[in-house]
């Protein structure tokens, strides 16, 4: 009789598997991102994707832009509420390259890939409150945490507060970062013009072209978005959430 070969692969332990998803929850939990419990009322189905954002990989690509554009290295704390907004806001469409955003934002796929461009771009739905996270801005008062902070106002639609927080004259270590963070507020509040024109004067690192190809793309620019985002998406790691997204909307600007 053959005898199985001693380098085979050791079966999954499920309980264990499931402790240390367990673990992870718990630990996710404790540091503010961990999924927010259901509320009581009753949610339509197929009115939410199946698969709820992770508030975990969100607040990691939400950070992503400082790894190009530098500022505090030390991991921020989590904003009040975080999972609440991630997981409840809008599914996105031209969504900029900015600290607070995340590219799983942009999860319904087939209208994007059938659809002009310029069509998609809608203005944002009204601001709702949201008291603990404005609170948690205010007391902001270095340049790292008004720019974290102005950030996430911002992807909660509370622009004039996040206007407030960006109006300062920042430390030479943060003006790259404060710079992308008045444009994509320019952006995310209608005045594509504007954004566009401060971007343009951001160099050509992977965040400003990046920003400038989905611009161009969504204003209807199809040659220039090819060119800025395939030079940006070039630039960016296959392993980061928004290489993706930048092959996406170069997938968008060659049809």
């Known amino acids: 009789m053959t005898r199985p070969s001693d380098d085979r692969a050791t079966p999954f332990d499920v309980t264990e598997l499931f402790s ?19 509320g009581d009322e009753a949610v339509p189905h197929d009115a939410v994707p199946v698969q709820p954002i992770d508030p975990v990989l969100a607040w990691n690509d939400a950070l992503a832009v400082t790894a190009y554009l530098g500022g505090d290295k030390a991991r921020p704390a989590v904003p ?47 601001a709702e409150p949201a008291p603990a996270l404005s609170e948690w801005a205010s007391r902001a008062t270095d340049d790292a945490g008004r720019l974290l902070a102005a950030g996430a106002l911002r ?14 004259v920042p430390a030479p270590a943060y003006r790259a970062l404060h710079a992308n963070e008045v444009a994509a507020l320019a952006w995310h509040r209608g005045q594509p013009e504007r954004a566009m024109a401060l971007w343009e004067k951001q160099g050509d690192g992977p965040v400003a ?24 998406v070039a630039s960016l790691p296959e392993s980061s959430a928004w290489h993706h997204l930048g092959q996406l909307y170069l997938a ?4």
Do not use: C
């Open 20 to 38: 240390q998803y367990l673990a992870g929850q718990v630990a996710a939990h404790a540091r503010g991102l961990g999924y927010p419990e259901a």
């Open 80 to 126: 009040p509420a975080w999972a609440e907004l991630v997981t409840k806001h809008e599914p996105a469409v031209a969504l900029a390259f900015a600290l607070g955003n995340f590219p799983q934002l942009v999860r319904h796929l087939h209208p994007l890939l059938t659809a002009d461009p310029p069509a998609l771009r809608v203005a944002e739905p009204a």
């Open 155 to 168: 992807l909660a639609r509370q622009f004039d507060h996040a206007e407030e927080l960006l109006a300062i």
């Open 209 to 232: 072209r990046f920003n400038r190809g989905m611009v161009a793309l969504f204003l209807g620019q199809s040659e220039r978005a090819v060119g800025e985002l395939m030079a940006a």
């Open 252 to 255: 968008m600007a060659r049809r």
